[in-house]
């Protein structure tokens, strides 16, 4: 089996994973929906810092605690974020 481009390079990826109650998750995205329109969520940015999660929308910060391990940010189509709760 080929070896990756990041694997040649000497690089190991970090695997990505969280952990949140789900009602946790269930009531940041109420506080969401409550102060923002579905409509005019486009992307929001998820980020971790060791202790929650704080999902970013439109500039509106919810924070959800969590436990594990996720590198940076990511943007997602706000969309996403009503499959989670």
Known sequence: MAASAQER???TQTQAQLEVER???ADALGTLAR???HESW???IL???GRGLTLDVDGLQVRVPADGRWPGQARVPAGVLTGLG
């Open 9 to 11: 390079k000497g690089q």
């Open 42 to 44: 486009e992307v929001a």
């Open 23 to 25: 009602s946790e998750i």
């Open 47 to 49: 980020t971790f810092d």
């Open 35 to 37: 102060f923002l329109h």
